[in-house]
């Protein structure tokens, strides 16, 4: 196999080294044409733009069934704190902002309740309108109004949720069968460019219990250009888990992507900041990712990441419950916009030739190893699921794990100065994930367990002591791994090497940590194995 070794320098500090075989070696012109940006003539030459995302500590209606007036009184307080950081984002020079999923509206509605809350939203793909700018064209629009004059006024683009209200049938899908109380109810991303017009919408496809909204009939797949940064692909929450839309815009080579969230923290896999910086270093992009704030649900966390560098934060205990406004510069990854290929993945990839739904696993994935399973394993549930795992009891040792034919390798050394008390366990999964959805797994991690007694292992830590070297490695039926390293009191760390293979061998090592470590996981999602997938 051919291996293509790439040192990465980072816009804003360290970066990993990543060994790249040809599926991946696309990264390596996108380094290459960054630092050589400069030298460009066009629109090329500035290879940066710079980019906001906003935790909001969102204010829920005191009660939730409400009339419409009373509604926007609610979402109008909301909308005030959006209007100061857009603002504020302004002064900073941010020429895209995101603001979080339910951000101006809350939750703890049902199909009723939330009606208030709702505007009917045009579609920009059938016609152009500035909302701050005719007010009067559309009826009981009044938060788009004030978000496109927010835009307008602070000469940025602006990303929000709410949710949108349309009739039956639906224009874009006229065959399709109306809910039971006649309307349509979608929660909807809506961009607005600097001047204040509604660029696109997009509908949620992927719901995380909210029955008081509708799925739409087919999957949306909404991309918007910008002058400054080229292409950006939309996604809201629960999306990132799935094929459509989130891996159909992959497979399309959408290399930027802005994603509203209410995110709720599952450590140890799957934390937000933890999962999201995974997801932008595993898949290649950059994630604009705005979250609530929101801790009564174990909500918050948000970041800019880029395959380079990361600006994140994530409230730890203690902490104020409050907002904050995260602001970086960050580089330009749409090829077309910097006039390089515009192929997209899968002609770039020899082993790629398909989507990831038609994407055939290795019908033996087990990773090539001298050591054999451990006989010491024990069986717990980590987020529902029922991972192998095997205790770390020396100071440094080789391990693997399997849980049926997927197996996870392990070579670690522990610090002897401190955490000596501390309980660590290797971990595999390859399954289904039924909790609100059914999605296929494969999940290799490294836990800090939350107690000295094996059955704590796979519950939450927040703190540690233990600094581990390691080397984590499996073989996944899927492209789609991602990669995390985190470190006490939710410190994201950028893995030192990671290897991805086009036989799906996926290797992360790292050393020298800031902090104990929490967890290391590389978490896979074979989409093919989805009942999505099967359908197609």
């Not at 909301?78 to 857009?86: G, R, S, T, V, W």
């Not at 289904?432 to 959805?437: E, L, N, W």
Request: hydrophobic content about 35%; overall charge negative; charged content about 20%.
């Amino acid at each position: 196999m051919n291996m293509v070794l790439v040192s990465v320098s980072s816009w804003t500090g360290f970066a990993p080294v990543m060994s790249l075989t040809k599926e991946t070696v696309f990264l390596l012109v996108a380094v290459c044409s960054l630092m050589s940006a400069p030298v460009l003539t066009g629109p090329i030459a500035d290879s940066s733009y710079v980019a906001a995302v906003y935790e909001h500590k969102v204010i829920v209606p005191p009660v939730s069934n409400v009339s419409r007036s009373e509604a926007l009184q609610h979402i109008q307080k909301n909308l005030d704190i959006y209007e100061q950081q857009a603002a504020e984002a302004a002064k900073q020079g941010v020429q895209i902002l995101v603001f979080p999923e339910y951000g101006l509206s809350g939750f703890y509605f049902d199909r009723s309740s939330v009606s208030s809350y709702l505007e009917t939203i045009p579609d920009p793909q059938q016609e152009s309108w500035n909302p701050c700018l005719e007010p009067g064209k559309y009826s009981n629009t009044e938060v788009l109004q004030r978000l496109s004059c927010m835009a307008r006024s602070n000469n940025l683009y602006l990303v929000a949720n709410m949710g949108d209200m349309q009739p039956c049938p639906l224009k874009t899908d006229p065959t399709s069968s109306c809910p039971a109380d006649g309307r349509w109810k979608f929660n909807t991303n809506v961009v607005f460019k600097s001047d204040g017009q509604l660029l696109v919408r997009y509908h949620k496809y992927n719901l995380y219990m909210e029955p008081y909204f509708d799925v739409p009939p087919q999957p949306e797949i909404i991309t918007f250009d910008t002058p400054f940064a080229g292409k950006f692909g939309i996604m809201i929450c629960f999306d990132m888990m799935f094929h459509k839309p989130t891996g159909v815009l992959l497979d399309k080579g959408v290399r930027q992507l802005v994603y509203p969230t209410a995110w709720v923290n599952f450590p140890p896999v799957l934390d937000s900041v933890q999962f999201h910086r995974g997801f932008s270093l595993g898949a290649n992009v950059t994630v604009l990712s705005a979250n609530l704030r929101f801790d009564k649900e174990h909500i918050g966390g948000s970041g800019i990441y880029t395959p380079f560098s990361s600006t994140y934060h994530h409230a730890t205990e203690g902490d104020p419950e409050e907002g904050k406004l995260l602001v970086a510069r960050v580089p330009v990854l749409d090829p077309m916009w910097r006039g390089e290929s515009t192929a997209t993945e899968e002609s770039t990839s020899p082993t790629a030739a398909t989507s990831a739904c038609q994407h055939t696993p290795d019908p033996n994935p087990e990773i090539a190893s001298s050591v054999p399973p451990s006989s010491d394993t024990f069986v717990v549930s980590m987020i529902d699921d029922p991972y192998t795992f095997v205790l770390l009891n020396k100071t440094e040792d080789d391990l693997k794990v399997c849980n049926g034919t997927f197996c996870c390798h392990l070579q670690y050394k522990r610090s002897p100065q401190a955490g000596s008390e501390e309980l660590y366990a290797l971990a595999a999964f390859s399954g289904t994930h039924t909790i609100v959805r059914s999605l296929n797994l494969q999940v290799c991690a490294l836990v800090r367990c939350a107690g000295s007694d094996f059955t704590s292992c796979g519950q939450p830590v927040v703190k540690a002591e233990s600094k581990i070297d390691f080397t984590l490695e499996g073989k996944f039926a899927t492209k789609r791994v991602y990669p995390s390293v985190v470190a006490s009191k939710n410190v994201v760390e950028e893995p030192q090497h990671l290897e991805m293979a086009a036989d799906g061998r996926v290797t992360m090592k790292h050393s020298n940590m800031s902090g104990g470590l929490i967890s290391a996981c590389l978490f896979g999602r074979p989409y093919q194995m989805d009942e999505e997938c099967a359908e197609e």
